[in-house]
């Protein structure tokens, strides 16, 4: 099994930065898709970004390139989430995911589907 663990959201004003942590449990098998969704009130969870530990290919969101970076501390089992230079339409709910199926993206979309295991949530407010 895996358990994941986020941990970094909170208010921001618009225009700042905030990096989301989320640290990551169980089979390593099972989480080679490491991925970052969100889901903002009255609207279905969006894909942001993913990675594949195996090479460290990683994928945008087109909303979210350029301003936002996925990484990974192996040593420390945890995945980041850096955001720069947010704006209102970032406000909402954000995942963490792990799919133990490659690839991590398929004709450019993360499937909610595809993710067996997911945290709790951190929630990410922005104010303009």
């Known amino acids: 099994q895996v358990q994941l663990v986020e941990s970094g959201g909170g208010s921001v004003q618009a225009g700042g930065s905030l990096r989301l942590s989320c640290a990551a449990s169980g089979d390593t098998y099972r989480r080679i898709c490491m991925a970052w969704f969100r889901q903002a009130p009255g609207k279905d969870r969006e894909g942001v970004a993913s990675?594949?530990?195996?090479?460290?290919?990683?994928y945008y969101a087109d909303s979210v390139k350029g301003r936002f970076t996925i990484s990974q501390d192996n040593t420390k089992n945890t995945l980041y989430l850096q955001m720069d230079s947010l704006n209102s339409d970032d406000t909402a709910i954000y995942y963490c995911?792990?799919?133990?199926?490659?690839?991590?993206?398929?004709?450019?979309?993360?499937?909610?589907?595809?993710?067996?295991?997911w945290g709790q949530g951190t929630q990410v407010t922005v104010s303009s």
């Open positions: 990675l594949y530990r195996g090479d460290g290919i990683k």
């Open positions: 995911a792990a799919s133990g199926s490659w690839p991590c993206v398929v004709g450019g979309v993360m499937a909610m589907t595809k993710y067996n295991y």
